[in-house]
């Protein structure tokens, strides 16, 4: 379990990676949810970690990338390596 410095740490990488952390929220439960769904749909084997925590470390690791779309759809592109 880590500690209090190393969940600060963490969070700190996270924020840094977006332009704040709740972007960062929904980017990683954006991420993990398409990972989920590749795993439902039996597109990939069932994974050794949960989909949130591979999510979570690929932000780290700058492996999610994502765009915003025009105001008047409202919604954003989102693209994942």
Known sequence: MPTPIEKLVII???AGRA???YEAVRV???EARRLNSLVIRG???EPDFKP???????MINGKIAWTYAEEETGRGDFFSD
């Open 28 to 30: 990683m439960a954006r």
């Open 43 to 45: 597109a990939e084997p």
């Open 52 to 58: 949130t925590s591979t999510a979570v470390k690929r």
């Open 12 to 14: 700190e990488k996270i």
């Open 19 to 21: 332009t704040n952390r």
